[in-house]
């Protein structure tokens, strides 16, 4: 078994989530309200960003090399890689297993880190074909959820957010993958502290949303979206944002989103912070009306700048994550 995640650092040195905890809200609450909230947040981002059509691949073994190739990577860069791989027929088990290491590692040089990217596809294709037929679909990905998990995770390489990247878009199980977009986002509304256990904030999404596989495949994605073209980590565009009138948003960042003073930490508490509309006992939804000022088209057309990417030579150290997902490229999501 592979030792736990290390939690990471979000937001050094500020504790964001102390404001809404002063109110009375605890991070990651076992609140039964804490499910509507996050279905509420699921279809504000919906309908801001629109469906993603997650994971770009051509076959489910195609998802699982992307997932290890995407680390520490911008997505442009592994587009590359897998287009090199796709041109020499390597997209299989059987193929990529029977490819000299070196030969590998230079195919998949443009998503970096390439010597240590080919040991990990070659450890996930030996985990492959000891479970079975390989081909587009391996037979591995009919394993249980949990016995797949356990595998996977016993993979050199491949951490927590590879391995539910894998379940979920290339097994299509129901396990919610977490990444730094997501502490970035829950930590800035007053769900969590952001750095907590991988583990404990995948299992909070899970006990508070059905095992849905289409939710949690949509729901990533569009975390990832607003990460990346709305909450960067110096500069987060709030006034452009589907979630700027969320009344938990960060203290900080309140007045750039245009919102007025928090909330008086004298008055009476709800129990859980949840957006205009929505009763925090969850009795009833009431339509949610933005007021006019902030009713403003989200800025679709944004322009997305480069990523900068390190580009190291084929070894270095790569923890077995990612926290440069498939980037939200709109244009470059498979149909
Ligand atoms: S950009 Fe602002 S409103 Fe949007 S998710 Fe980030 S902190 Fe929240």
């Given at each position: 078994m592979k030792p736990p995640a290390q939690p990471r650092s979000v937001n050094k040195g500020r504790h964001l989530a102390s404001w809404p905890r002063a109110l009375g809200f605890e991070p990651l609450s076992d609140s039964p309200a804490v499910g509507l909230r996050l279905r509420f947040i699921h279809d504000r981002l919906l309908a801001a960003f629109g469906r993603r059509n997650w994971w770009p691949g051509q076959s489910p073994f195609e998802v699982m090399v992307g997932a290890v190739l995407t680390q520490n990577t911008a997505w442009r860069n592994v587009e590359k890689a897998i287009g090199n791989l796709r041109g020499h027929d390597l997209l299989t088990p059987e193929a990529m297993a029977a490819t000299a290491d070196a030969d590998l590692a230079e195919l998949i040089r443009p998503s970096g880190y390439f010597n240590v990217k080919a040991r990990r596809l070659k450890a996930l294709v030996g985990l492959t074909l000891e479970k079975g037929r390989g081909g587009e679909r391996p037979e591995l990905l009919d394993l249980?959820?949990?016995s797949l998990r356990e595998a996977l995770l016993a993979v050199s390489g491949v951490g927590p957010e590879t391995a539910d990247s894998i379940?979920?878009?290339?097994?299509?199980q129901p396990s919610f993958v977490v990444d730094a977009y997501t502490r970035r986002v829950l930590a800035r509304h007053g769900l969590a502290m952001g750095d907590e256990p991988y583990g404990a904030i995948r299992d909070w999404f899970m006990g508070h949303l059905p095992p849905?596989?289409?939710?949690?495949?949509?729901?990533?994605?569009?975390?990832?979206?607003?990460?990346?073209l709305k909450c960067g980590p110096k500069r987060p565009d709030c006034p452009s944002c589907p979630l700027n009138d969320d009344p938990l948003l960060d203290e900080a960042l309140r007045p750039k989103a245009g919102l007025?003073?928090?909330p008086s930490v004298d008055g009476p508490a709800p129990p859980l912070a949840m957006p205009p509309g929505i009763d925090p006992a969850g009795s009833q939804v009431s339509r949610?009306?933005?007021p006019k000022a902030k009713r403003q088209t989200p800025n679709h057309g944004i322009k997305i700048t480069a990523t900068k990417v390190?580009?190291?030579?084929?070894?270095?150290?790569?923890?077995?994550d990612t926290a440069t997902r498939p980037t939200v490229t709109q244009s470059r999501r498979p149909k």
């Open positions: 249980p959820l949990e379940l979920l878009y290339a097994a299509n849905d596989v289409p939710l949690y495949n949509e729901y990533h994605a569009l975390i990832v979206a607003v990460g990346h007025g003073p928090a949610v009306r933005t390190n580009r190291p030579n084929g070894e270095g150290d790569i923890d077995g």
